[in-house]
């Protein structure tokens, strides 16, 4: 677990990192403490807008409660979890996964990889 401000922190840049590889559009879902599991799609530049959206709707706020982001056509998905860390499934890496678990390497962020539904560490992938 992070502490609030650097989770917030890593969630903005795996958002701009889904940017800066021109990913468009995205999958969303809230978990079932903030939403109903109901995905919609969204284009990446909006999930921010997205999540202020719900907090106003819920009376809530993020962090504290999942928030799911899919990036279809490259299956990968984050999880921006309640419990203030980040969890990446994929099947193959590309360069945002080299990028975010590179970084998260880098600066010892404990956080859940999942690689072809097999949870694994970032130790163990061999990129």
Request: hydrophobic share 40%; charged share 30%.
């Amino acid at each position: 677990m992070m502490e609030e401000d650097e989770f917030l922190a890593e969630c903005r840049l795996i958002v701009d990192v889904l940017l800066t590889h021109e990913v468009n559009e995205v999958e969303m879902f809230f978990g079932t403490s903030w939403g109903d599991w109901q995905p919609f799609s969204t284009v990446a530049a909006k999930i921010w807008d997205n999540i202020r959206m719900q907090e106003t709707t819920s009376g809530s706020s993020f962090p504290g409660h999942d928030v799911y982001i899919t990036v279809l056509d490259r299956n990968i998905e984050f999880v921006f979890c309640h419990e203030c860390d980040v969890h990446i499934e994929f099947d193959e890496a590309d360069d945002i996964v080299r990028e975010t678990v590179s970084r998260w390497r880098k600066h010892d962020m404990v956080h859940c990889v999942k690689r072809d539904k097999v949870e694994v560490t970032v130790d163990d992938l061999s990129f």
